[in-house]
């Protein structure tokens, strides 16, 4: 099994940034790919974006240019960098990892519980 804990999340005007990290414990051999999800209240979940341990990366297109994901393997720490911030990014942003798949698929096998990300304009 593979805990995941977020944080980093908070509240920011539009156009700020946040950093969020998830930082996994347990069983670490599982890694082999790390994600960012989010879900806005209404709304389905979504990807974000992902990465796997050879550093191939991937973005939603809404995301695109403004997030960077990257992973300390050191650390077993996943990180989201998230600038120009906008209020439609407001959304609980969630960790997930997978020991098998990456790319294709949106459906991963281990979660942490959140992190709150809140943008006003």
């Known amino acids: 099994q593979v805990q995941l804990v977020e944080s980093g999340g908070g509240s920011v005007q539009a156009g700020g940034s946040l950093r969020l990290s998830c930082t996994a414990s347990g069983h670490t051999d599982d890694l082999y790919c790390m994600a960012w999800f989010r879900q806005a209240p209404g709304k389905e979940r979504e990807g974000v974006a992902r990465i796997n341990t050879e550093g191939s990366s991937s973005y939603t297109d809404s995301v695109w240019g403004r997030f960077t994901i990257s992973r300390d393997s050191a650390k077993n720490t996943l990180y989201l960098q998230m600038d120009s911030l906008e209020p439609e990014d407001t959304a609980m942003y969630y960790c997930?990892?997978?020991?098998?798949?990456?790319?294709?698929?949106?459906?991963?096998?281990?979660w942490g519980q959140g992190t709150q990300v809140t943008v006003s304009s």
């Open positions: 997930a990892a997978d020991p098998v798949v990456c790319f294709g698929t949106w459906e991963y096998s281990y």
